[in-house]
Each structure stands twice: as structure tokens, then as C-alpha cells.
């Protein structure tokens, strides 16, 4: 028979011990910079977006050739990069209607630049966006196995529903401390109703580490909330390229019939993986 006593202390403890874990995810203390889809995955940017673009040639027969994938995939990870200053619109972090304004830009900016390099970088910047949508919202919670893509761009003209939300970041200023620990005690059934004050360490799928990615989607033989957003990420993504296609003559001087490639596009992606 355990003493009230005893159990009072491992209850004591056990609310530590979650306090430690969970204290760097939710509140923004002096540490590493964070990334979006990064870190332990298992989905990354570079997956997300090599995926994307494998799933791109199965839907179109239209492979797009090596050396324009890694450029795409390198610009799709750069806005991550140490050395590239943080943009809170590139992220899809603090304000939906300013991450809406940015991808019709990028997206305006990479279907008329004729000189490659540029492309890629801005249709990079426009794949990571519209990747860390599904991470730093909570879309994914809302729409779960329907796949509903989100109509990102309209948000700049339409204000979004007004359950949607995404996390606050980076910014200690802006936090609500008690509000951000209040987020963390949301059941999942929940998880697509606006919180107050949820932070992005709250909110985040961008690992199968973080509070909200690591948690078994109901229903979902064991799919994580991560594995989750990233499955849409990747469905966005496949959208955006063809969009490119249609519209981008840089994207499609990448592009060559599937079968011709006789499957080296996809092992040099691999091999340079
Ligand atoms: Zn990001």
C-alpha cells in the first residue's frame, strides 16, 4: 500500500520531469536556432521536397532532371540555413495573412525569372513555405486524413477561418508564458480550435520530437501528427511544381519524359541525399 505521502512525491516528480522535457520546446530559451521540418525528423526539407518531386514524375511522366532537383531541394532548405536571417513569413510563423502575401509573391517572382539560379531560389523559398504551413499551423489537426489542401494564397485577401492558427515565434516579448504552458494541456480533440497564446513549441510538427509531433494521430494505425503534416507538405509541394510547370520556362527546360531517364534522376537524388 503506497503512503499519500509517497504518491504526492513521484507525482511532484513526474511533474518535473515533463516540466524539464517539454520547458526548451514550449518557451524560448537561449539555445540553437530552431528548423522547420528539421532536426530528428524523420521528414525533413530535403526529404519532403525529393519526395515531392518523385511523386511529381509519377503524376506527370515528366521527370525533372538531377542537377534542377538539387538546386530545388537545396533552395527549398536554405531559408533554415545559420546563415540566412530569419523571416518570420518564410516560415508561416506569427501571422498567416503575411506567410499568404509572401508565397504569391515568390511564386509571381519565380514563374517570370528566366535566369535559373534565381528561379530556384525563389521557388525554393516558395517550397519550404508552403512545407512549414503544415508544420507551424494547425491545418493538419483540423482537415487530418481528409488531405485538404490549404488554399494558402487566398489569405491575403481573405482573413482565414478563425480556428486556424499558427505559433508564436521567436520572439520572448511576445510570449504569454502562462498561455503557452496553458496550450500544452489541450486534449488533441481540441488541437483544431484557436488557442490563445499557443506558441510554436506548442503548436510544431516539425519533428517526431516536438509535443504536438510526436503524439499518434486518433485513428491513424499509429501515424504521427508529424508524419501527418509532412504527408501534406509533400502533397502541396507535388501541387506547386506543376503549378511551375505551367507557368515557369526555367522549370520546364528541367524537365524530361520519365522513361527517358531510365530511373537515374531518382538514384542520383538518392546517392546525393
Ligand atoms: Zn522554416
Redesign the pocket.
Known amino acids: 500500500m503506497i503512503s499519500l505521502k509517497t504518491l504526492m512525491i513521484r507525482n511532484i516528480a513526474r511533474i518535473l520531469v515533463v516540466a524539464f522535457c517539454f520547458l526548451p520546446n514550449v518557451l524560448p530559451l537561449p539555445r540553437k536556432k530552431m528548423?522547420?521540418?528539421g532536426g530528428s525528423g524523420p521528414y525533413d526539407?530535403t526529404r519532403i521536397t525529393r519526395l515531392a518531386l518523385e511523386r511529381f514524375a509519377e503524376r506527370t511522366g515528366l521527370a525533372v532532371r538531377a542537377d534542377c532537383s538539387q538546386m530545388l531541394i537545396h533552395g527549398s532548405v536554405i531559408?533554415?540555413s545559420e546563415r540566412t536571417a530569419y523571416i518570420e513569413e518564410?516560415?508561416c510563423d506569427n501571422n498567416i495573412m503575411r506567410c499568404a502575401k509572401k508565397l504569391h509573391e515568390l511564386k509571381h517572382l519565380a514563374i517570370h525569372e528566366p535566369d535559373p539560379p534565381r528561379f530556384y531560389y525563389h521557388a525554393g523559398q516558395a517550397l519550404?513555405l508552403v512545407q512549414?504551413f503544415y508544420s507551424h499551423t494547425n491545418w493538419a489537426e483540423t482537415f487530418r486524413f481528409t488531405y485538404l489542401l490549404a488554399p494558402i494564397e487566398s489569405f491575403k485577401d481573405l482573413p482565414p477561418p478563425e480556428d486556424l492558427q499558427t505559433g508564436v515565434f521567436p520572439d520572448p516579448l511576445q510570449i504569454n508564458y502562462e498561455a503557452a504552458f496553458r496550450c500544452l494541456l489541450v486534449p488533441e480533440d481540441k488541437w483544431n480550435r484557436f488557442i490563445p497564446g499557443a506558441t510554436h513549441g506548442c503548436l510544431n510538427k516539425d519533428t517526431n520530437r516536438s509535443v504536438r509531433g510526436m503524439r499518434a494521430v486518433q485513428d491513424g494505425f499509429g501515424m504521427t501528427y508529424h508524419e501527418l503534416a509532412a504527408e501534406y507538405a509533400i502533397r502541396h509541394s507535388v501541387d506547386l511544381l506543376e503549378h511551375l510547370r505551367s507557368h515557369s520556362i526555367v522549370m520546364n527546360t528541367c524537365l524530361i519524359p520519365d522513361k527517358l531517364s531510365l530511373g537515374c534522376n531518382q538514384s542520383i537524388n538518392e546517392l546525393l541525399q
Open positions: 528548423v522547420a521540418f526539407h531559408s533554415d518564410l516560415h519550404h512549414d
